[in-house]
Nanobody, 126 residues
């Protein structure tokens, strides 16, 4: 599966952005999805994940209540709605996919994921 992330940009603190990740290739509905981010000089950080069915999700404490992940298997997309953005959210954001045999399992470790998008820059100004 190939992934293409989009929707990044510059936003003021307190604002919102929606990132999208379009998948092509094999059946999108067979893949659990996740969003990660990476700041310069830091490790890639887990943000949120969603099962292949979309029934179950998980969030890092740093984004819980501010970010929402959702997917549309008919359109082969997974999105990340980001609200109440802070300067600390500035990073390159990545979507990722992993084949999953379970409809309800999600994955929080970057090492579970086999496929990655190219990343999209999000910059939050104070």
């Amino acid at each position: 599966v190939q992934l293409q992330a989009s929707g990044g940009g510059l936003v003021q603190a307190g604002g919102s952005l929606r990132l999208s990740c379009a998948a092509s290739g094999r059946s999108f509905g067979d893949y659990a999805m996740g969003w990660f981010r990476q700041r310069p000089g830091e490790e890639r950080e887990f943000l949120t994940a969603i099962s292949r069915s979309g029934r179950t999700t998980d969030y890092a404490d740093s984004v819980k209540g501010r970010f929402t992940i959702f997917r549309d298997n008919a359109k082969n997309t997974v999105s990340l709605q980001m609200n109440s953005l802070k300067p600390g959210d500035t990073a390159v954001y990545y979507c990722a996919a992993v084949y999953s045999g379970s409809y309800s399992t999600y994955y929080t470790s970057q090492y579970n994921y086999a496929y990655w998008g190219q990343g999209t820059q999000v910059t939050v100004s104070s």
